[in-house]
């Protein structure tokens, strides 16, 4: 595709982790130019006045956020924003024919009430929300190729579902025993002075939040629930790991049957996710690092099986920014525009 073939994106959230992800991934992206960064309190700022290191490749000023000049200009459109701003954003820009891909939960939910449940805020887009697919494309890929509203999955919930999936699909476990042991980097709290993400505070320490209560839990039960054919409750753990990107999911649950053993799973996970080009499979007995997939789009998946406590070990490590957030969403671009699905996304990483 030559250059003036390319599309028109913006990015509302421009000065967030996830803006400058997305602005890394698509200038290095064939098919897109950007021609829109939004924002509030960095509007009017140049680029490069909030992250120097991008001044060689990078002449913007971050915008205003003002929906009629995002659809005059844009034929899709990123949000990078707090939870509760993109359902009001997306309405009139879905009315006006952009693509949105909102990174926020506002449009992770099939059920708005558990929405307002979780994150306290009411809503009134209805008839926007019912139209959003769930925006992680090893799961729901052909919704995605024909979608106009992508919500793309929390950070913490790429990671469980992607160790889950295949077990619940494929009714190898006792779904309500499931429970998810997950660590991430302080990046996954975004670019804000948050007390607990302060370098003294999380440096040389490690500790559980959101203990019974993180409001990921909805979110994975949902797509779990689905998976399963009925509701399923599962118990989530996060931990702040004092490093700066990466999430490792460890998953454990009971299995139907005893008898299964590893090469048994890895050979259902392997078919499972056999046209998936980013998740990778390892081997017997290796387990995934999250140093791995950092700076890339890719999920490691590792099992174990235990005969002693009839317990599958599912581990699956993401960069939390990329496949747990800007990358995935690129990935869902890609199948929206009906682009190879791994255009443009790193497959290597920064090692070591
Ligand atoms: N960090 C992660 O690992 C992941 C994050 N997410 C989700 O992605 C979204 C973005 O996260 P992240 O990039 O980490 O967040 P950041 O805190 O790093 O950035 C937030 C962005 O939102 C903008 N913003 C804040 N308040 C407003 C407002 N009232 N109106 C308009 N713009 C506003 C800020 O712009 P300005 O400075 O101009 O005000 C900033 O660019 C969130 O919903 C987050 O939950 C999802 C998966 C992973
Ligand atoms: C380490 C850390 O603080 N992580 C964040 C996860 C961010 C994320 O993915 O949040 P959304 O669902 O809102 O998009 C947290 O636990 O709140």
Redesign the pocket.
């Known amino acids: 595709m030559g250059e003036s073939k390319r599309i028109p994106v913006g990015i509302?959230?421009?000065?967030?982790?996830?803006?400058?992800?997305l602005v890394k991934l698509l200038l290095e992206h064939p098919n897109v130019e950007i021609v829109y960064l939004?924002?509030?309190?960095?509007?009017g700022?140049l680029y490069s006045d909030?992250y120097p290191h991008l001044g060689h490749r990078v002449n913007f000023t971050?915008e205003p956020?003002d929906t009629d000049v995002i659809a005059a200009r844009c034929q899709a459109v990123f949000?990078?924003?707090?939870?509760g701003?993109?359902c009001d954003l997306a309405p009139p820009l879905i009315a006006k024919g952009v693509k949105v891909l909102?990174?926020?939960?506002?449009y992770r939910f099939k059920d708005l009430q558990t929405y307002t449940r979780w994150y306290n805020k009411d809503r009134t887009d209805g008839e926007t929300a019912v139209k959003a697919v769930y925006g992680l494309p090893e799961l729901y890929r052909e919704e995605i190729k024909s979608a106009s509203l992508v919500g793309?999955?929390?950070?913490?919930p790429?990671a469980s579902l992607m160790a889950l999936s295949p077990l619940l699909k494929q009714g190898l476990i006792v779904p309500e025993t499931a429970i998810i042991d997950a660590k991430?980097?302080a990046?996954?709290?975004?670019?804000?002075g948050k007390i607990n993400l302060l370098l003294s505070e999380a440096d040389g320490s490690f500790g559980a939040y959101g203990v019974a209560k993180h409001r990921h839990t909805p979110e994975i039960e949902q797509v779990c629930s689905e998976l399963a054919g009925h509701e399923v409750r599962v118990q989530f753990t996060p931990h702040l790991i004092p490093m700066v990107?990466g999430?490792l999911a460890t998953v454990y649950a009971t299995l139907r049957d005893p008898g299964l053993v590893r090469d048994d799973i890895l050979t259902i996970y392997s078919a499972f996710y056999r046209s998936s080009p980013f998740v990778k499979i390892l081997p017997n007995g290796t387990y995934p690092q999250t140093k791995w997939a950092c700076g890339t789009n890719l999920c490691y998946i590792g099992i174990e099986t235990d005969d002693r406590t009839d317990r599958v070990i599912v581990l699956s490590a993401i960069d939390?920014?990329i496949k747990?957030?800007?990358g995935?969403a690129v990935q869902c671009l890609n199948l929206m525009m009906g682009w190879e699905e791994t255009l443009g996304l790193p497959q290597l990483c920064f090692y070591p």
């Open positions: 509302i959230g421009a000065s967030g982790y996830g803006g400058v992800q939004g924002g509030k309190d960095s509007a700022k909030i971050i956020i949000l990078g924003l707090p939870n701003l993109a909102d990174l926020s939960a506002d793309c999955p929390g950070c913490y790429t991430s980097g990046s996954g709290g975004g670019r804000q990107r999430i939390n920014l747990g957030q800007a995935q």
